[in-house]
């Protein structure tokens, strides 16, 4: 169970040891809309925390609200003594605000759910933050395996269960989604205790976001298929089957070169890039 | 020599008892600070002793005669004992009267020592079984030695020849008993109970509980509110010495008699609990060291002597191995019976809660399904992270009138958590269906209704409890009702017992609340209810602990079977000595594993009485008696077995009376802006 781990090692923060930040955000609740602590940002923190020797920070920009703050303290209850709030008004864009903090501190590894459940989500904010410190970027962090010389050893979720094995150089940006182990129960006690750090930054004010909308999003209703067969076994299988895309291509042992043209073709194709 | 021996002898064992009880005290007072009254608190002593504690003694009979003759005997002879031979006093009718208590004291210590031949399994060994030696020791010291003062032995009998030898030989023999009675008393020894229990019942943590002249009903079942608001204090108890003092007090007041043992639904499944061990621990870790000298039954599956504790030493370790395991607190369902059954008035389930409060508030450590219900009752306000604006969905085809529309009613009908299961939701249906045959003005709260905060308090999540309870309680302030009705007896114990400390001026949160088969009881009474005859089989009843060993409703539900012309066939325990379904507690939630499960004892208990159906009061005690396996007896719900029986009203009448009732409300809906 993860909450039989015991959080020492975040607290025990070693000179020598791992800096690991955690960028944690304001969730919402499914059903009901209340604030809470991201799932996905949750599991970055458990993740964090069940790190060996590493000194966990967390830091979250956005503005300071009861409601907010509320949420924020979920992630403190995990067993964390403070988390550094960079002040920001509404309508900022906080890219700019989290490149400055996260250069300014010696984080080697960031951590971070893959997309909001709030504002955009639109779950870029991990790349533009990784373009601007100039780090890689890994999606989908299922464990870190272990991390030595500057580098670390992770497994990255891909879809149905498969895990892939990577290297990669630090300091870098590692995304979390919901194949990372669940996060412990957050404690009130510590929850109400934990500091909170105020930073006030400079809003860069994104002004396109001033003129949207915001609606909540709904559930579109997925279109059924229908199979015509008589066979219990043929509906079966194709209720099982795998959603296969078709035109997908796999690229092995190919140069990064060659796999950038590919890319780069597949997104002319796309219409993305004109 | 005798005679300047003896007071020698009796005032240094009263001297030493009165250093070991200083030392006891100065243990007790390691705890948190809790104010009681002292003079009064002791004067209520006799009464709270001769009225209430034996009140539950007398439960087994045996005991409670052994009791009265050696505990009387010996508090007469000590008493005695101190004026004639310490004070010398030469009066031969006290001398007499010294003699009856030393024999009352001897035949007591008789009793005592058959009902150790041998011990029963709940019984303590160890010291204990040395006890009735020793009582016998100090009756027939005494008696011997007060034989020449009654002048039944001439005086100067032990100053001469082979009196000499008697002479030495008695001192032995009383210096063993006052070395038990008055040394033991107070340091540590098995009569500690009676020094310990003295002062608990003086200065016991809910006074409420005892009777007074006045009589009426003294019950204190609602746990303890915690306060949420200093940032400094740590939340619940992590430490022995987290306890208020007279908590400490009340384990140290334990007699080790294993009634609690016996009762716990816990411990006969094999999960890792036994109240009395729990009760020891405690005393272990208050007087620091290990668990190696206790002497009754273990944990179920954990040997005694591998835990160890001291006063400012966390009870639990995340790692194990410190005073308690954590299961041990997770496998409690709250059912109360220890509480019930404890001669010594100890509060076992407040102790466990408050456990329990700091392993979820301070530690985050709710085992199992807990971390994710409490969650759920955070986000959705129920305990099964349903959509709460789904919550009438069940009743889609009901019309059931809305508390917002109507803003005022006559019963308050508390729908509780169970709207959300299929199971339940026929007996809410057959409630309903009972109400409107009795034409009764009802109104519910709908979607504006949340978890009453019972499950998440037992959890040890007091945050949660209490933020559900105070928007309910506002909830319930906007609307007039005169009593509030519910077919669940934890929502029923929390809205009558727990809410009322969290209520404010403005918001009072006294209320009127009824379980729906006392309820259903008045209606009968009422004459509103018309039954037909009774065609099933044998009925026996389950007695859910938060009706019953809670809140005291026994006879209600029977009575209603009755008017249905069903006589009960009664469990073996039933009533107070009712045995939970397991389903109490957030135990179902921890799941904590044992060797069997307790719904499977209780419908074991069942079937000994051969009924083929048991009716029910409570959903938890429904869906944990439903989960047996087949063939078993049936369960149905009080409020089912009254639906089923009802004779509902001829059309035409149906059609006049049912008719204005919608009509009334869509004036009111009218009416309301």
Redesign the interface.
């Known amino acids: 169970?993860p909450?039989?781990v015991?959080n020492t090692n975040a607290k025990s923060s070693t000179p020598s040891g791992l800096n690991v930040t955690v960028l944690v955000s304001v969730g919402r609740?499914p059903?009901?809309a209340?604030a809470?602590r991201s799932d996905q940002d949750a599991r970055a923190v458990e993740m964090a925390l069940t790190l060996q020797s590493a000194s966990v920070s967390l830091l979250h920009a956005g503005q300071q609200d009861s409601e907010n703050e509320e949420a924020i303290r979920g992630y403190l209850?995990?067993?964390i003594d403070s988390v550094d709030l960079i002040e920001q008004k509404p309508q900022a864009d906080v890219i700019p605000a989290l490149a400055k903090a996260l250069r300014a501190s010696a984080a080697q590894l960031v951590l971070t759910g893959t997309r909001a459940e709030t504002g955009e989500a639109s779950g870029i904010t991990p790349y533009l933050l990784a373009e601007a410190l100039g780090w890689p970027i890994i999606t989908g962090l299922a464990a870190v395996e272990k991390i030595e010389q500057g580098t670390a050893v992770v497994l990255q979720a891909l879809p149905r269960g498969k895990r892939r094995r990577l290297r990669i150089r630090l300091p870098a940006i590692a995304t979390v989604d919901s194949s990372a182990p669940p996060a412990?129960?957050?404690?009130?006690?510590?929850a109400?205790?934990g500091e909170l750090a105020i930073h006030l930054e400079p809003s860069a004010i994104d002004e396109a976001l001033g003129t949207w909308h915001i609606q909540p999003a709904r559930k579109r209703p997925k279109r059924l298929k229908i199979v015509k067969s008589s066979s219990a076994r043929d509906r079966f299988k194709a209720a099982a089957a795998k959603a296969d895309g078709g035109g997908g291509q796999t690229l092995n042992d190919v140069t990064p070169e060659q796999g950038a043209e590919a890319i780069f073709k597949l997104l002319k194709e796309e219409g993305v890039l004109r | 020599m005798l005679d300047t021996l003896l007071p020698i002898l009796l005032f240094s064992a009263l001297a030493l008892a009165a250093i070991g009880a200083v030392r006891r005290v100065r243990l007790w007072r390691q705890g948190r600070p809790s104010p009681v009254p002292t003079i009064s608190g002791l004067m209520q002593v006799p009464r709270r002793y001769l009225v209430d504690l034996h009140h539950v003694v007398e439960r087994d009979k045996y005991i409670s005669h052994t009791h009265v003759a050696t505990a009387g005997g010996f508090v007469l002879a000590a008493l005695l004992a101190i004026v004639v031979h310490g004070f010398g006093l030469d009066s031969t009718i006290l001398a007499w009267v010294l003699l009856a208590a030393t024999i009352s004291m001897f035949i007591g210590s008789l009793l005592v020592a058959k009902r150790r031949s041998p011990p029963p399994s709940r019984l303590s060994k160890g010291p204990w079984m040395r006890l009735p030696k020793s009582l016998m020791a100090f009756s027939i010291g005494m008696f011997v030695v007060t034989l020449p003062t009654a002048g039944i032995l001439p005086e100067g009998i032990f100053q001469s020849g082979a009196g000499w030898i008697a002479a030495l030989v008695l001192a032995a023999v009383i210096v063993w008993g006052l070395g038990e009675m008055f040394f033991g008393m107070t340091w540590g020894g098995p009569m500690k109970h009676a020094f310990a229990g003295a002062l608990h019942l003086a200065f016991h943590r809910r006074p409420e509980r005892f009777s007074n002249r006045a009589g009426g009903e003294h019950r204190s079942t609602g746990l303890k509110p915690l306060a949420?608001d200093d940032?400094r204090t740590?939340?619940g108890v992590e430490v022995p010495a987290d306890f208020t003092w007279n908590q400490l007090l009340g384990f140290d007041a334990c007699v080790q008699c294993g009634r609690c043992e016996a009762v716990c639904p816990a411990f006969a499944a094999g999960q890792p609990l036994n109240p009395k061990k729990l009760i020891q621990d405690m005393v272990v870790g208050m007087a620091g060291g290990s668990d190696a000298n206790y002497a009754g039954s273990p944990y179920p599956g954990k040997p005694v002597g591998e835990h160890a504790g001291t006063p400012h030493g966390p009870i639990v370790d995340?790692?194990g191995g410190a005073l308690v395991d954590a299961e041990t607190l997770w496998s409690c369902t709250t059912c109360r019976a220890c509480v019930e059954e404890c001669p010594m008035m100890i509060e076992h389930v407040d102790a466990i809660v408050d456990m329990r409060r700091f392993l979820?508030?301070?530690?985050?450590?709710?085992?199992n399904k807990?971390?994710e219900v409490?969650?759920n009752l955070?986000?959705?306000?129920n305990p099964g992270?349903?959509?709460?604006d789904s919550r009438l969905h069940w009743a889609a085809d009901l019309n059931l009138p809305l508390m917002a529309d109507k803003r005022e009613a006559e019963v308050l009908l508390w729908l509780g958590d169970g709207v959300f299961d299929m199971r339940n939701q026929r007996t809410l249906r057959a409630f309903i269906s009972v109400l409107r045959a009795a034409n009764v003005d009802f109104a519910v709260l709908g979607t504006e209704e949340r978890d009453s905060g019972d499950v998440a308090r037992r959890l040890g999540?007091e945050?949660?409890f209490q933020s559900l309870a105070k928007r309910n309680i506002r909830t319930l302030a906007q609307y007039r009702f005169s009593r509030i009705v519910t077919c669940d007896p934890h929502s029923f114990h929390v809205l009558k017992n727990e809410y009322g400390e969290l209520g404010t001026p403005e918001t009072p949160a006294d209320y009127h609340v009824q379980h729906h088969s006392t309820y259903i009881n008045e209606l009968v009474l009422a004459d509103k209810l018309t039954f037909k005859a009774w065609k099933g089989g044998s009925v026996t009843y389950h007695d859910p602990c938060y009706l019953g060993r809670y809140n005291g409703e026994y006879e209600a539900p029977r009575d209603v079977l009755r008017a249905l012309g069903i006589e009960v066939k009664e469990m073996a325990r039933s009533g107070y000595r009712s045995r939970c379904c397991g389903g109490g507690g957030g135990a179902p939630i921890t799941d904590i594993p044992g060797k069997q499960r307790i719904p499977d004892m209780r419908m074991e208990d069942v079937r000994e009485t051969g009924a083929d159906l048991v009716a029910v009061g409570c959903p938890q005690c429904t869906a944990m008696l439903e989960g047996v396996v087949e063939p078993r007896a049936d369960i149905k719900d009080i409020a089912e077995l009254v639906a089923d029986a009802l004779i509902i009203k001829t059309p035409d009448d149906k059609a006049t009376q049912s008719k204005p009732a919608p009509a009334a409300s869509r004036t009111v809906l009218e009416a309301t802006p």
């Open positions: 169970m909450h039989d015991s609740h059903l009901t209340r809470r209850g995990m067993g412990r129960q957050s404690a009130f006690g510590p109400k205790r | 949420l940032d740590k939340l995340r790692a979820t508030l301070e530690h985050g450590n709710t085992p807990g971390a409490l969650d955070i986000a959705t306000d992270g349903f959509d709460p999540d945050a949660t």
